[in-house]
């Protein structure tokens, strides 16, 4: 600080009476008192030396009393929140890690000075230690508590108000609602207040500003909101102490998790269609549909990893639960197709009122044109491959037929009876029932002697004739059960289209109930 006018005419006046009068100890004093204070006068420097000596030193400044001329009297502190960025976000442990600008101002009525009396100075910084700081913790502090308002600079101004500013990063605990992920908003707080001071010594106020807020590329910033309350805690009744809480809006951007989690899994859904187009004789349906569900399974153990163990059931989690149900439906409705497709170890007629609802009704409608098929015809009656050969009697009840293998001797198998044989005129043989010629009886001649008679030879005959009959049985029931596997494998392509559209339906009915529950 520059010396006044005043003062440098009196210590001039001071040394000429000291002139006079022979003093030389007050000349010596006045004079080295003089040239001091003038050459220390140019830098602002000194008047900082000059003014922190008086405010700390001289006044006996103590920071470890609340700077306060009233002791009844609060000290009010405004609190600054500036959100930088999110520097993590854990789901599973519950954190949220923010970069944040802190400011704090406060007046100390122990530091104010007249800026006159040292050069114009107005204000002055200084390590915080030096100085007073309220004790503004974070509550909900999810690390070990420190002393975060220590080893920083404060700026001191002549009207006795403090400045804190420094930037912090802090963690502390959110209670992070999964539900809606990816599509989630999650709102953090984040409490400050002082520890030991309570509503009669500190009260403090604040403001939050997200303008300065960078996106991470995860979550994008939604809003600040501040509330300062008053409050009694369990550790001191009866005593309330203020705190300042910020509520942080955050969206989170999903189109990574689209990309990555949801987008598979429809794909994966849309492979499941396959299961039902994919012809039953490729052996290959009910294997494409466990190789879809173990990759849903996979799918669903990475969500889980990174999810809480929670009861909240995210909406992704919900979606894949969903899919992994249906995929298993459409395993069990692939097995009873192809059971449809096969017909099964024994071979049925279709019933009428199948062949004429699946075939005729809802193959029509699906614009599937299966071939018609009608029972096999042979020599002007129908065969039917449940009755016994003519003349027995069949008391039991009908079972359904075997199919002849190839290796049977039809020796050792009942002849089935031609009904031609039994008449009285064979139109084949051209001869009688009774072995006569017809129209006239066989007469004997030397040539003749030694043949079979002519009874042996009917006999031979006949046996003949069984043995094509049973190969053109055997033949016409070949045919009729390819006629109705052939059925059942139309019905089962019919049966095969019905549930692929039923899983379409609830494919679609599961994915906007996800939908509407995001929204």
């Excluded at 900082?48 to 009393?65: A, H, M, P, Q, S």
């Excluded at 046996?463 to 052939?486: K, Q």
């Amino acid at each position: 600080m520059l010396p006044g006018t005043s003062w440098v005419m009196e210590q001039v006046s001071t040394i000429e009476a000291a002139y006079h009068n022979n003093d030389t100890a007050t000349l010596f004093k006045t004079t080295k008192l003089l040239t001091v204070s003038s050459s220390s006068s140019r830098p602002t420097d000194t008047n900082t030396k000059r003014l922190i000596r008086r405010l700390f030193d001289e006044n006996e400044y103590d920071n470890r009393i609340r700077p306060v001329f009233n002791e009844t009297s609060p000290i009010h502190v405004e609190m600054l929140l500036y959100v930088k960025s999110i520097l993590d976000m854990d789901e599973r442990r519950q954190i949220l890690k923010t970069n944040s600008w802190l400011t704090f101002n406060w007046n100390d009525e122990f530091l104010q000075w007249n800026p006159e009396d040292f050069g114009g100075l107005t204000s002055f910084k200084i390590i915080s230690q030096s100085v007073w700081t309220p004790d503004i913790t974070l509550y909900n502090s999810a690390e070990a508590y420190a002393r975060y308002m220590d080893d920083k600079v404060v700026v001191v101004y002549h009207t006795g108000a403090i400045n804190w500013a420094s930037p912090t990063v802090f963690v502390s605990h959110c209670r992070i609602s999964v539900t809606l992920f990816p599509f989630d908003r999650q709102s953090c707080e984040m409490k400050f207040g002082p520890w030991q001071h309570d509503g009669t010594e500190v009260v403090v106020r604040g403001q939050g500003d997200e303008s300065i807020y960078i996106s991470d590329g995860e979550w994008d910033m939604q809003s600040v909101d501040v509330a300062s309350k008053s409050q009694m805690y369990p550790d001191a009744p009866g005593i309330e102490y203020f705190d300042v809480t910020y509520t942080i809006s955050i969206t989170r951007r999903s189109n990574y998790y689209v990309f990555n989690l949801i987008l598979p899994c429809v794909l994966i859904s849309g492979i499941t269609t396959l299961v039902f187009i994919l012809p039953a004789d490729s052996g290959e349906k009910v294997s494409l549909g466990i190789t879809v569900l173990l990759s849903l399974t996979v799918f669903l153990l990475i969500i889980a990893e990174s999810m809480p163990a929670t009861s909240d059931v995210p909406v992704i989690g919900q979606y894949y639960a969903a899919t992994m149900l249906l995929v298993s439906v459409s395993v069990v409705l692939t097995i009873i197709v192809l059971n449809l497709h096969h017909g099964g170890p024994y071979v049925h007629p279709v019933p009428r009122w199948m062949r004429y609802v699946i075939l005729y009704r809802l193959a029509r409608f699906l614009r599937l044109n299966p071939k018609a098929t009608n029972p096999l015809k042979a020599g002007g009656r129908t065969i039917d491959i449940d009755s016994k050969p003519p003349g027995e009697n069949n008391p039991k009840k009908k079972r359904p037929m075997r199919i002849p293998s190839t290796t049977d001797d039809p020796d050792m198998m009942e002849m089935p009876k031609l009904a031609y044989l039994e008449c009285p005129d064979s139109p084949l043989l051209g001869i009688h029932a009774n072995g006569s010629a017809r129209g006239s009886h066989r007469k004997s001649h030397p040539s003749l002697e030694g043949q079979p008679s002519l009874s042996e030879e009917t006999i031979l005959l006949k046996r003949l004739l069984g043995h094509a009959s049973y190969f053109r049985d055997r033949a016409e029931r070949d045919d009729l059960t390819h006629t109705y596997l052939t059925e059942w494998k139309q019905i089962a392509v019919v049966v095969d289209r019905i549930f692929m559209i039923f899983y379409l339906v609830l494919s679609a009915a599961t994915m906007l109930i996800i939908i509407a529950q995001v929204e």
